[in-house]
């Protein structure tokens, strides 16, 4: 089935498009044209924009409070996970992502983020009385307006709901840009916002590329802008909205660690590999890729990394019983293909994968991979490769694991592995991470989710991915003289 779109989402009716340009969308797994959407110019954001903004100040909108915009996410949330099927089928087809992932984490993930925020703010009072000796205060938080969102085509609904949640939750409106290779599922996000009794407006979407993002970015009417994707168009977007004084939340790349410990169970971390290490053919951000092994273990931790990945079935993604699904696009492929080109000339050892798979015989699919002989400085130890390669290092102590782990530009997730843990909670406070867990690695709703570094700027998740959907106000009252 192809769907071929030919308007933008603005204020919750069909918009042409006033360019001429469009985005082919091809199903990864098949090399087939699934659809094609239009390429927002930047009046095109203006019109959305605009929208977003009449919206926010719109009674209809502002004079909903928070038990009223809880109930509205609430009935969005149960919209989604009543479609989760269909949800799941349509990025599946765009991005190539397993459908058993697709489900849990775009359709029932997004859906507990929209009932989390909810519930967070169902009942919270906009005001805090604060007596003070000079003065009493009362300190008010206000949406801070029209929210850009930028999503990536890994997470296209989780990665939104990350965003649009909190800031439905605090008042805000927005426009959303999503990723050109997973357009599709934002026309059908805000279908179901509308479906849910948003008011039109609350969400617009335009598609595009990178110009259409920037248009988003540098518009004057946004007051905020959210961005998930690589470090490089993270900093693009800081420094815009660095110039326009603008708040930003970014969640960059990473080139996160597993530290095994020299008690380290292997046969349970052999068992997480492809979820730690490499979930979504490794085109996930928090992917534990550099995987640091004791020297006087080097030999076993990378049998046992071997044998993780090769378990991982590889094949059609609409399958459940799929581990891994082909990568995002032909680039993707090709840009894999050449960091594995660079750890052989680095002098890296293959000992699994490293090439094309035979079979399935279409469809960007790149098999496991799995390097040894490995030091820090390689580049396939430095640099964020997206893709289902992953390598073994060897270090002499506890404090070299913890140099190593902390020698990258970047700093999202991470893990520990060993038997005590009092001692894995001691090295986990060392690493140079936003976020890092214990014998495994699991994201928690209610706790925040962001990285150092290069890997971004501000935090999502938790109540702090709430408040930054605020502005303060503090309003003073002096005392009156008896």
């Avoid at 929209?114 to 003065?135: C, H, I, M, N």
């Avoid at 960007?364 to 400085?377: C, E, I, L, S």
């Amino acid at each position: 089935m192809t769907t071929v779109l030919d308007h933008l989402l603005v204020d919750g009716r069909p918009l042409a498009g006033a360019g001429d340009e469009r985005i082919t969308l091809v199903n990864p797994a098949t090399e087939e044209v699934i659809g094609s959407v239009p390429v927002a110019t930047a009046a095109d954001v203006d019109a959305a924009v605009r929208s977003a903004s009449a919206t926010f100040r719109a009674d209809r909108w502002r004079k909903l409070g928070p038990v009223d915009r809880a109930a509205l996410l609430r009935r969005l949330a149960e919209i989604i996970e009543s479609r989760a099927g269909e949800l799941a089928a349509l990025i599946t087809r765009q991005n190539g992502m397993p459908v058993k992932m697709t489900r849990w984490g775009n359709a029932y993930g997004a859906a507990a983020a929209y009932r989390y925020y909810a519930d967070l703010v169902d009942g919270t009072s906009e005001e805090d009385s604060r007596p003070g000796q000079a003065a009493h205060a009362v300190v008010r938080r206000e949406p801070v307006g029209v929210v850009g969102i930028i999503a990536p085509w890994n997470g296209p609904q989780i990665l939104v709901a990350w965003k649009l949640a909190p800031a439905l939750a605090a008042g805000c409106t927005a426009v959303l840009k999503p990723a050109p290779e997973t357009s599709l599922d934002a026309h059908w996000l805000a279908e179901a916002m509308l479906e849910a009794g948003f008011p039109p407006g609350v969400l617009n979407v335009v598609t595009g590329g990178r110009d259409t993002g920037m248009a988003l970015v540098e518009h004057p009417l946004v007051s905020k802008v959210a961005f998930t994707g690589s470090s490089a168009a993270g900093r693009e977007i800081a420094a815009a909205c660095g110039s326009a004084l603008k708040p930003v939340t970014l969640e960059l790349g990473g080139k996160s660690a597993a530290i095994l410990l020299e008690d380290a169970d292997l046969d349970a971390f052999t068992g997480q590999v492809t979820r730690l290490c490499a979930p979504n053919s490794g085109q996930v951000c928090y992917s534990c890729t550099r995987i640091l092994a004791p020297e006087s273990r080097y030999d076993s931790v990378v049998d046992a990394v071997v044998g993780g990945m090769r378990s991982a079935r590889m094949g059609d993604p609409s399958d459940r019983n799929t581990d891994f699904g082909p990568l995002v696009s032909a680039r993707q492929r090709d840009r894999v293909e050449k960091y594995v080109e660079i750890g052989n000339r680095e002098g890296a050892e293959i000992v699994l994968g490293g090439a094309r798979p035979s079979a399935p015989s279409r469809g960007f699919y790149y098999a496991p991979t799995v390097f040894r002989g490995v030091h820090n400085r390689m580049k396939i130890a430095q640099e964020e490769i997206f893709g289902p390669v992953l390598v073994v290092i060897p270090y002499r102590d506890e404090d070299e694991a913890v140099e190593i782990a902390n020698d990258s530009e970047y700093g999202l997730g991470g893990s520990v592995f060993t038997a005590d843990p009092e001692r894995g909670m001691r090295v986990a406070r060392r690493v140079e991470t936003g976020t890092i867990g214990i014998n495994g690695y699991d994201l928690s709703m209610e706790a925040p989710f962001g990285g150092r570094k290069a890997s971004g700027l501000g935090r999502e998740l938790g109540p702090e991915g709430l408040a930054a959907y605020y502005t303060l106000k503090s309003i003073y009252n002096a005392p009156v003289a008896s």
